[in-house]
């Protein structure tokens, strides 16, 4: 009878603590996704070199967007790039996709200074592609919100500039 009462008590334990820790998990964030909410449905890249490698591999550009959480500047692009259907396709279909929170050691992509948010094009031969430009005279490769047009266009001149160049 000892035994049996023991057997019970160790089993009500057993159900009560993964109970709790089910609990606990639940309360945790989910975990951060490597798109860190530029867009879901978009294969990331995790690394630099990772992303010139893959371009490299399928003939397609590199996109790189450097950015950083606390930054209003980056959550409002972050916003709008993430809603619009258009950016969101051809980031999923045409592009090697990269977003970054600190610096990479290539200062080809901080021609002109290290800001954010800062979006910069490397075509397949590996090139960083420093004529493809927002609006800015002083951050050349900032884009705001309202930039979006701009953005698409210059996506699309990724594209165009290594198809006349392969």
Same mark, same amino acid.
């Given at each position: 009878?000892?035994?049996?009462?023991?057997? =019970?008590?160790?089993?009500?334990?057993?159900?009560? %603590?993964?109970?709790?820790?089910?609990?606990?998990?639940?309360?945790?964030?989910?975990? $951060?996704?490597?798109?860190?909410?530029?867009?879901?449905?978009?294969?990331?890249? &995790?690394?630099?070199?990772? =992303?010139?490698?893959?371009?490299?591999? %399928?003939?397609?550009?590199?996109?790189?967007?450097?950015?950083? @959480?606390?930054? $209003?500047?980056? @959550?409002?692009?972050?916003?709008?790039?993430? @809603?619009?259907?258009?950016? $969101?396709?051809?980031? @999923?279909?045409?592009?090697?996709?990269?977003?970054?929170?600190?610096?990479?050691?290539?200062?080809?992509?901080?021609?002109?200074? &290290?800001?954010?948010?800062?979006?910069?094009?490397?075509?397949?031969?590996?090139?960083?592609?420093?004529?493809?430009?927002?609006?800015?005279?002083?951050?050349?490769?900032?884009?705001?919100?309202?930039?979006?047009?701009?953005?698409?266009?210059?996506?699309?001149?990724?594209?165009?500039?290594? &198809?006349?160049?392969?």
């Amino acid at each position: 009878m000892m035994l049996h009462s023991a057997l =019970g008590l160790c089993l009500l334990l057993v159900t009560v %603590s993964s109970n709790l820790a089910i609990a606990i998990k639940k309360e945790k964030r989910p975990p $951060q996704t490597l798109s860190r909410g530029w867009g879901d449905d978009i294969t990331w890249v &995790q690394t630099y070199e990772e =992303g010139l490698f893959y371009a490299q591999k %399928s003939k397609k550009p590199l996109m790189v967007i450097h950015h950083l @959480q606390d930054c $209003q500047y980056s @959550q409002a692009l972050k916003k709008v790039f993430a @809603q619009n259907e258009e950016i $969101q396709e051809m980031a @999923q279909n045409k592009f090697i996709m990269l977003n970054l929170m600190h610096e990479t050691t290539d200062k080809n992509l901080s021609p002109d200074g &290290q800001y954010v948010p800062r979006i910069m094009f490397v075509d397949p031969s590996l090139t960083v592609r420093a004529d493809i430009t927002g609006r800015y005279s002083n951050r050349l490769y900032t884009y705001e919100p309202r930039d979006v047009p701009l953005l698409i266009e210059n996506m699309k001149k990724a594209l165009r500039l290594i &198809q006349s160049e392969l």
